[in-house]
Structure formats: structure tokens, C-alpha cells
């Protein structure tokens, strides 16, 4: 089992940055390629970008791609996002993911997921 605990969300303003974090635990992080989705209220639950588990490839929705940069440390078993030139539309409960397998943007493709944290981008 893996357990994913994200924290860092908070009420922004637009333009702002924000970082969201995300703490693994369960199996050795380097064997696990993350992913970090969001879900609107009202919406489905999105891709937003992912991350291999040596942290040479990474992949972004189009949305998000040159705003947001994914990153990880193996050493500290800890997932990153770092969220620039936020917008209202990003507001959304933030989730990171998990899975053995190789990178994805399939929801369906991540095993293990944490409770998600709220980020608010105010006008």
C-alpha cells in the first residue's frame, strides 16, 4: 500500500503562485511514477501533469503546460507542483497519484491516491 498525504493549498489571488506538495509513504518512492490531477466542483476529475520515477520525463495537460512545473525528491519521498500565474480556473481540490507502472495521463491508470487539497484563485 501507498499513502499520499498533499498539503499546500490555500486561497491565492489571481496571477499568484502556489506550491502544493505531496508526502508518500509505503513503498520505496522511487519506484512510483506520480501524477497530480484536480477536480472543479461540478467537473470531472482532470489530468494535470505527471512525473517518471527518475524524474527525467514529465508530462502537462495543455492547460497548465509553461504555468506549472511538476518535480520530486526521491531522497525526501516527497511530490511537488509549482503553480505560477495562477487563474480562476485552476481553482480546484488538487489530488497527487501514484502508480508502479510507467507514465500516464489515465486516471485510471494510478492505484493509490491522497484525500486532495483545495486551491482557491480568487479575482
Known amino acids: 500500500q501507498v499513502q499520499l498525504v498533499e498539503t499546500g493549498g490555500k486561497l491565492v489571488q489571481v496571477g499568484g503562485s502556489l506550491r502544493l506538495s505531496c508526502a508518500a509513504s509505503?513503498?520505496?518512492?522511487?519506484?512510483?511514477?506520480m501524477g497530480w490531477f484536480r477536480q472543479a466542483p461540478g467537473e470531472e476529475r482532470e489530468f494535470v501533469a505527471s512525473?517518471?520515477?527518475?524524474?527525467?520525463?514529465?508530462d502537462y495537460a495543455d492547460s497548465v503546460k509553461g504555468r506549472f512545473s511538476v518535480s520530486r525528491s526521491n531522497a525526501k519521498n516527497m511530490l511537488y507542483l509549482q503553480m505560477n500565474s495562477l487563474k480562476p480556473e485552476d481553482t480546484a481540490v488538487y489530488y497527487c497519484?501514484?502508480?508502479?507502472?510507467?507514465?500516464?495521463?489515465?486516471?485510471?491508470?494510478?492505484?493509490?491516491w491522497g484525500q486532495g487539497t483545495q486551491v482557491t484563485v480568487s479575482s
Open positions: 512525473i517518471s520515477r527518475n524524474g527525467l520525463n514529465e
Open positions: 497519484a501514484a502508480v508502479l507502472g510507467a507514465i500516464t495521463r489515465r486516471m485510471e491508470g494510478y492505484d493509490y
Open positions: 509505503g513503498r520505496p518512492f522511487s519506484s512510483l511514477t
